[in-house]
């Protein structure tokens, strides 16, 4: 897919993101398998890959493993677990829209290309039969919703990105921009997802701090986890400026200038920029999520 039908490059639009089906992605490193279970993904968290279903009596040639020592002791006779095949592996995303992501030098905000990637990811759970379920961080509030596997649903999951992500943009001018740390709704988060899930998150992970990358590790530690960051180049190096000239900025309440001219205030910006993405880096690293960058100057199909 070339491009998608945008119309703003601030605001979103809900055609913009049933388009979004439509793009081709490498996707994160875990098998996709065909099986006769609900969802076809293979979990890579270990365990049996099964359920508890009922306890009965125990029978010649059951696994001694499985033997319900509760219930053998309890009756007096022995009984066995029975298992059957876990069928679904719900799919969490967690779509950052608090301030940062609201920034663009281009044709596109932050905002606008993580809408479209969450509506993506939604979009290939769907074909592959899971339920899905939308986490909005919205800086100190979160809009949380609940899995599930009908395409109405998910059509509403993105009915609400768009709203929200409008609202709040619509609003900007008149707020503190001032972004903190995603730790209350990642604990959350935390809360809703069980084994086994499928989660991704989407962010520009400016604002994880310690605490954050510790609710990252929880996640992790039993569940399947991807990173997705989106940044905008002019947050990563300035452009080169051939003569004397000021990029006028503003962060809603106030404004400045960079002087991209400046040889040593080029290397500090490039320096400090280094320096953050090092950290994204190493606290995703820590918490073993595989991740890919995104930049919003590229278009998805130099993704694909």
């Given at each position: 897919?070339?491009?998608?039908?945008?119309?703003?490059?601030?605001?979103?639009?809900?055609?913009?993101?049933?388009?979004?089906?439509?793009?081709?992605?490498?996707?994160?490193?875990?098998?996709?398998?065909?099986?006769?279970?609900?969802?076809?993904?293979?979990?890579?968290?270990?365990?049996?890959?099964?359920?508890?279903?009922?306890?009965?009596?125990?029978?010649?040639?059951?696994?001694?493993?499985?033997?319900?020592?509760?219930?053998?002791?309890?009756?007096?006779?022995?009984?066995?677990?029975?298992?059957?095949?876990?069928?679904?592996?719900?799919?969490?995303?967690?779509?950052?829209?608090?301030?940062?992501?609201?920034?663009?030098?281009?044709?596109?905000?932050?905002?606008?290309?993580?809408?479209?990637?969450?509506?993506?990811?939604?979009?290939?759970?769907?074909?592959?039969?899971?339920?899905?379920?939308?986490?909005?961080?919205?800086?100190?509030?979160?809009?949380?919703?609940?899995?599930?596997?009908?395409?109405?649903?998910?059509?509403?999951?993105?009915?609400?990105?768009?709203?929200?992500?409008?609202?709040?943009?619509?609003?900007?001018?008149?707020?503190?921009?001032?972004?903190?740390?995603?730790?209350?709704?990642?604990?959350?988060?935390?809360?809703?997802?069980?084994?086994?899930?499928?989660?991704?998150?989407?962010?520009?992970?400016?604002?994880?701090?310690?605490?954050?990358?510790?609710?990252?590790?929880?996640?992790?530690?039993?569940n399947q986890v991807f990173a997705w960051q989106i940044s905008d180049p002019l947050e990563?190096?300035?452009?080169?400026?051939?003569?004397?000239?000021?990029?006028?900025?503003?962060?809603?309440?106030?404004?400045?200038?960079?002087?991209?001219?400046?040889?040593?205030?080029?290397?500090?910006?490039?320096?400090?920029?280094?320096?953050?993405?090092?950290?994204?880096?190493?606290?995703?690293?820590?918490?073993?999520?595989?991740?890919?960058?995104?930049?919003?100057?590229?278009?998805?199909?130099?993704?694909?």
């Open positions: 897919m070339d491009t998608i039908s945008r119309q703003s490059p601030v605001s979103l639009q809900i055609e913009q993101l049933i388009e979004a089906r439509a793009i081709h992605l490498n996707m994160p490193p875990w098998r996709q398998v065909s099986s006769s279970r609900h969802g076809n993904r293979l979990s890579k968290v270990r365990g049996r890959g099964m359920e508890f279903d009922e306890v009965r009596h125990y029978q010649p040639g059951d696994d001694i493993r499985c033997i319900d020592w509760r219930v053998t002791a309890r009756t007096g006779k022995t009984h066995t677990k029975l298992f059957r095949e876990d069928r679904e592996h719900p799919v969490f995303i967690f779509l950052d829209l608090s301030h940062s992501m609201y920034f663009g030098s281009g044709d596109k905000l932050k905002s606008v290309f993580a809408s479209e990637l969450a509506a993506c990811l939604g979009w290939n759970a769907q074909q592959l039969g899971e339920r899905v379920a939308l986490t909005l961080h919205l800086g100190e509030q979160a809009h949380n919703q609940k899995p599930a596997a009908s395409k109405t649903h998910w059509l509403a999951q993105l009915q609400s990105i768009v709203e929200v992500h409008n609202q709040k943009f619509a609003t900007l001018a008149q707020q503190q921009l001032q972004d903190c740390s995603p730790t209350h709704n990642l604990e959350t988060l935390c809360q809703l997802v069980k084994t086994g899930y499928q989660v991704h998150l989407i962010s520009d992970f400016y604002h994880f701090d310690s605490a954050a990358a510790l609710h990252l590790q929880r996640l992790a530690s039993h990563q190096q300035l452009p080169k400026a051939n003569t004397a000239m000021q990029l006028q900025v503003s962060n809603g309440n106030s404004e400045g200038y960079l002087q991209p001219d400046s040889k040593a205030f080029r290397q500090q910006f490039r320096r400090l920029a280094k320096q953050r993405q090092q950290h994204i880096e190493q606290m995703l690293q820590q918490a073993r999520i595989p991740h890919q960058h995104f930049s919003t100057a590229l278009e998805w199909q130099d993704y694909a």
